[in-house]
Nanobody
Framework: VQLQASGGGLVQAGDSLRLSCVAS????????MGWFRQFGEKGYEFVAA????????YYADSVKGRFTISRDDARNMVHLQMNNLKTEDTAVYYC????????????????????WGQGTLVTVSS
């Protein structure tokens, strides 16, 4: 499975940005997907996750109500719509795939994800 993330950029606080991640593989519809972010040299922080099946969602408290994760199984894509961005959202964002997970389960533990995209930088200025 290969993941390619895109959509990062430089925006101002309060703006919106949409990240996208396209995955290879014929079984994308059975992958749990997630987004994580990394602040500088610090560790990864969970952002959002979506299950496979009926689309259950889970968000970090820091982004709840502002970010929305969605998936498009027909295009092997997962998106992260980010609204009302804050300077503290500045980070490199990574998409991740877990192809070995039970249906309907959302995964927030990064160690459970087997495949990662290359990251896309989001910079929010004040």
């Amino acid at each position: 499975v290969q993941l390619q993330a895109s959509g990062g950029g430089l925006v101002q606080a309060g703006d919106s940005l949409r990240l996208s991640c396209v995955a290879s593989g014929r079984s994308f519809s059975t992958y749990a997907m997630g987004w994580f972010r990394q602040f500088g040299e610090k560790g990864y922080e969970f952002v959002a996750a979506v299950s496979w099946g009926d689309g259950r969602y889970y968000y970090a408290d820091s982004v709840k109500g502002r970010f929305t994760i969605s998936r498009d199984d027909a295009r092997n894509m997962v998106h992260l719509q980010m609204n009302n961005l804050k300077t503290e959202d500045t980070a490199v964002y990574y998409c991740a795939a877990d192809p070995e997970v039970l249906k309907f389960r959302v995964v927030s533990d990064r160690t459970e994800y087997d495949y990662w995209g290359q990251g896309t930088l989001v910079t929010v200025s004040s």
